[in-house]
């Protein structure tokens, strides 16, 4: 968790002036779903977390 925390203020937080509150949520959410959606892992061999909860979910229902 403290990666997701340092990518967060390394690419969106620091690299924005937000002005607002709403500024900050909306940029910070969009941040966020670039990280879960379209940001390939390392750790998940390249996929992104969306791509990587979505298989191991198959192989669950697979598995059942």
Do not use: M
Not at 44 to 55: Q, R, V
Request: hydrophobic share 35%; aromatic share 12%.
């Amino acid at each position: 968790i403290e990666r997701l925390w340092r990518s967060l203020k390394y690419e969106c937080v620091y690299l924005n002036a937000f002005e607002t509150g709403s500024e900050a949520r909306k940029g910070i959410g969009a941040w966020i779903s670039y990280y879960n959606e379209k940001r390939p892992h390392s750790s998940h061999g390249l996929l992104t977390p969306a791509e990587a909860y979505d298989t191991s979910d198959q192989n669950l229902k697979a598995a059942a």
